[in-house]
């Protein structure tokens, strides 16, 4: 199993590229399900999720081609499976994203139920029940879901919480609906809005994509398109953090400003100067950062998906932070693997006291979750002496190249 070794204590320095955004890439792809026409998408991040999405959609007959400079095309005409098998699904929960686009296309789908993943519960009740609305009859049976339908009627669904993928298999599916969908309660996550305008570039008739309302008119076939995915910008964050937290000074190229308010706001609060383009930031840290307080929830709030990161760096900063967590109920794995590189963490139910200490101390460490893996290669980065990151795997799920990256930064990172 691979591992990353790194020797903090270099203040990161240079320009990196960033790459297509994973949770856009996901369900963007999916998309191609709805359309027998050929779908050409640019600025796909090499992932694995993405390659364990690409394979699941092969095997439901979809030709996927690598084309010259590195667009990927899908065609879907063929589509004659609309089966998502567990042993693809449990590696990865978007895989749900199939469901809607499955069920519109085909009339059909037997999903695997996700299951439980190390940050919770996280269940798809909500994507069940906007589909039910819209005229699906669906049996939850042997860890499967049955989904069958004529043709999807226009409904109104409102969430009982905001759901990031549960919108998006309910206005993928509302597309090829009869009629007017409404989803309201809406998730108005910048990757929603990329969905939404690809959707509309296959032909799809969305209005109120970025709000919590969405209206979605039903057309009878959708096209295919070309599409390029929006920038990470979990990725730009967490090369952020990474730059603040070693004293740096970045500058982070092909990103997107504009969706990263919230995290740009807690960085400059944490006394870092940052400058802003439309498709570039820099970042020059201070000497030593100072402790910021979050609250992650839906956006335009601060992301749950930065939270990891975000502790990372307020282990090393000058005074008392506090981290509540609003959307998954276990999500700070991270913590006790903090803790063994030297952090003053305390937990009380949902919220983290980061008292920040003078430095951390490399050790080996376990990667445990996505975003958790992200915030023990920043912190890391701040440790005196070598830290070893082991499973890396779940980093491979959302980080393009991060070894290779954070090299030419000029950090001391090698994979094992
Ligand atoms: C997406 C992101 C993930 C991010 C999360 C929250 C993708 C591929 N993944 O995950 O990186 O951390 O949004 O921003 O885009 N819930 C239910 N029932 C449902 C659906 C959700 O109870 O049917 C709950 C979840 O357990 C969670 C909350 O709602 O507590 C939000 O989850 P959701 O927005 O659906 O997360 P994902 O879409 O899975």
């Given at each position: 199993m691979d591992k990353l070794a790194i020797e903090g204590g270099v203040p990161l320095a240079g320009?990196?590229?960033?790459?297509?955004?994973?949770?856009?890439?996901?369900?963007?792809?999916?998309?191609?399900?709805?359309?027998?026409?050929?779908?050409?998408?640019?600025?796909?991040?090499?992932?694995?999720?993405?390659?364990?999405?690409?394979?699941?959609?092969?095997?439901?007959?979809?030709?996927?081609?690598?084309?010259?400079?590195?667009?990927?095309?899908?065609?879907?005409?063929?589509?004659?499976?609309?089966?998502?098998?567990?042993?693809?699904?449990?590696?990865?929960?978007?895989?749900?994203l199939v469901l809607g686009p499955l069920l519109a296309r085909c009339g059909e789908a037997r999903v695997s139920l996700p299951g439980g993943c190390a940050i919770g519960a996280r269940p798809v009740d909500q994507h069940i029940k906007g589909l039910q609305a819209m005229g699906a009859e669906i049996q939850v049976e042997q860890g499967y879901i049955h989904a069958r339908a004529g043709r999807l009627r226009g409904a109104r669904v409102c969430t009982d919480m905001v759901t990031v993928t549960g919108t998006e298999n309910l206005m993928m599916a509302a597309s090829l609906a009869e009629g007017e969908t409404i989803i309201e309660n809406a998730a108005r996550e910048p990757e929603v809005v990329d969905l939404a305008n690809c959707l509309a570039r296959m032909g799809a008739r969305i209005l109120g994509a970025g709000t919590d309302v969405i209206r979605v008119h039903g057309v009878e076939r959708l096209i295919g398109a070309a599409y390029a995915v929006m920038p990470d910008r979990i990725e730009t964050g967490t090369y952020l953090?990474?730059?603040?937290?070693?004293?740096?000074?970045?500058?982070?190229?092909?990103?997107?400003?504009?969706?990263?308010?919230?995290?740009?706001?807690?960085?400059?609060?944490?006394?870092?100067?940052i400058q802003l383009a439309p498709e570039a930031i820099c970042l020059q840290a201070p000497a030593r950062l100072k402790s910021v307080s979050l609250r992650t929830a839906p956006y335009p709030a601060f992301p749950t998906d930065m939270q990891a990161q975000f502790m990372a760096i307020n282990c090393v900063a000058d005074g008392v932070a506090s981290i509540r967590e609003t959307i998954f109920e276990n999500r700070f794995m991270h913590v006790a693997e903090l803790q063994r590189l030297g952090a003053d963490i305390q937990i009380e139910g949902n919220n983290a006291i980061v008292r920040g200490v003078a430095s951390l101390q490399g050790a080996n460490v376990m990667a445990t979750d996505?975003?958790?893996?992200?915030?023990?290669?920043?912190?890391?980065l701040a440790?005196?002496?070598?830290?070893?990151?082991?499973?890396?795997?779940h980093l491979d799920r959302g980080y393009e190249d991060m070894a290779e990256k954070l090299s030419r930064l000029g950090a001391k990172v090698r994979r094992i």
């Open positions: 320009e990196i590229v960033i790459s297509g955004a994973k949770n856009a890439a996901l369900p963007i792809l999916c998309a191609a399900l709805l359309t027998s026409g050929t779908m050409t998408f640019s600025n796909l991040p090499h992932l694995r999720d993405v390659a364990t999405l690409l394979k699941l959609l092969a095997q439901m007959g979809v030709r996927v081609t690598q084309e010259p400079d590195a667009v990927m095309s899908l065609d879907a005409s063929g589509l004659d499976n609309p089966c998502a098998p567990y042993d693809l699904v449990k590696t990865m929960r978007a895989s749900i953090c990474a730059a603040a937290v070693t004293g740096g000074r970045v500058r982070l190229v092909n990103t997107a400003a504009a969706t990263l308010d919230s995290v740009i706001d807690k960085l400059m609060e944490a006394g870092c100067d996505l975003r958790a893996s992200a915030s023990l290669a920043v912190a890391a440790a005196r002496g070598e830290t070893l990151i082991d499973r890396i795997y």
